[in-house]
Nanobody
């Protein structure tokens, strides 16, 4: 699975950005997709994830630090996952990576960055105060 992230940039605190991640995988809809970020000197931090199943529909997961501000979504027809980021804060500054995991990942593992097998190249998000 190849992942291509885009949409990062420089924005003032309180502003918004929308990240996109296009996947090459034909069975994209079965993968759990996530956004993970890494600030300088820090470890990778889970941000949000989304899974889809014919039985349950869409399920989303968020880190507490972004709940209510970020929204993850996906368009399976376009093999693309999005991260809408609103009310950005300077502490959101990081390189944002999209990642994918096979459908067998457990709910407990969704929030662990190391659960994801495939990674995009990252896109820089900088929030100025």
């Amino acid at each position: 699975v190849q992942l291509q992230a885009s949409g990062g940039g420089l924005v003032q605190a309180g502003g918004s950005l929308r990240l996109s991640c296009a996947a090459s995988e034909r069975s994209f809809s079965s993968y759990v997709m996530a956004w993970v970020r890494q600030a300088p000197g820090n470890e990778r931090e889970f941000v949000a994830a989304i899974r889809w199943s014919a039985k349950t529909g869409y399920s989303t997961y968020y880190a507490d630090s972004v709940k209510g501000r970020f929204t993850i979504s996906r368009d399976n027809a376009k093999s693309t996952v999005y991260l809408q980021m609103n009310n950005l804060k300077p502490e959101d500054t990081a390189v944002y990576y999209c990642a994918a995991a096979p459908p067998g990942i457990t709910m407990a593992a969704v929030g662990n960055p190391w659960s994801y097998t495939y990674w995009g190249q990252g896109t820089q998000v900088t929030v100025s105060s």
